[in-house]
């Protein structure tokens, strides 16, 4: 595959719609799936890529009695194909000190809430029973902490008197099929790093909430700090 390309692995466990917008935005993009890693068989995401002819692997938890094993053993897998970003993509197990150190800084991860607020799951029914007016969906980098590392982006939603968190998941996946292309975009791009204080965009440093991506944005019309 040729080297002008961003070469990424996509990390899932479940259906794969996000994998699946990265797999059709890299046709015209900066950045190539080069594997994409399951730790559950059942994924159907895993189909997906075998549809787009992307090498689709399992390495399953179960099989291992330590999680230290495991993120070995998935390091293993994944530095086979030499990439140079990791994407998590609904990847629901928690990754060690040791797993993220070997890929500091080139590790993403995208969460259905605005974070800081509702780290962990069933984020659009706790935003729901909070009472919340907004909602979203936020890409950062991954540190040990659990959806805490540093946030490169944010598109919010409003939330509605009627919704129910399956409305809000509907509207909120759909934001995430079009941030998460293009922050690893803006990443195979040279233009985002992460830093000891915080991620970066263009050298400058991004604030708590990361770029805020405004709805009727023109691809590249976003406001940075
Ligand atoms: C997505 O909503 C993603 O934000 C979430 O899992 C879903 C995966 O959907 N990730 C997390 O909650 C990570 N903490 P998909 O398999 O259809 O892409």
Redesign the pocket.
């Known amino acids: 595959m040729e080297k002008t390309h961003c070469h990424i692995v996509v990390l ?10 990265l797999i059709n935005a890299s046709t015209t993009s900066n950045f190539r799936v080069v594997a994409v890693v399951s730790n559950n068989h059942e ?3 895993l189909q997906r890529a075998t549809v787009a002819d992307i090498p689709a692997l399992v390495v399953d938890h179960d099989n291992y009695s330590s999680r230290q094993d495991f993120d070995r053993k998935l390091i293993e897998v994944i530095d086979a194909f030499d990439p140079e970003l990791i994407v ?5 197990r928690i990754l060690g000190p040791e797993f993220v150190q070997h890929y500091q800084g080139r590790i993403l ?4 809430s605005l974070l800081p607020a509702y ?3 069933n ?1 659009h029914q706790r935003a729901l029973d909070a009472g919340d007016k907004e909602h979203g ?1 936020s890409v950062h980098f991954v540190t040990d902490e ?2 805490g590392g540093p946030v490169v982006a944010q598109e919010k939603i409003a939330v509605l008197t009627t919704d129910t968190a399956a409305q809000l ?1 509907t509207r ?2 759909a934001k ?1 099929h079009i941030i998460y292309p293009k922050v690893v975009s803006w990443f195979a791009a040279g233009r985002l790093h992460m830093d000891a204080d915080g991620a970066y965009m263009d050298h400058d440093k991004l604030p708590a909430g990361g770029v805020e991506i405004h709805p009727a944005a023109v691809q590249d019309s976003i406001r940075l700090p």
């Open positions: 899932i466990s479940g259906n794969g719609t996000n994998l699946q917008a994924a159907f995401g998590l993509a609904g990847f629901m991860n995208i969460h259905p780290t962990g799951v984020t969906v659990l959806d998941a909120v996946a995430e």
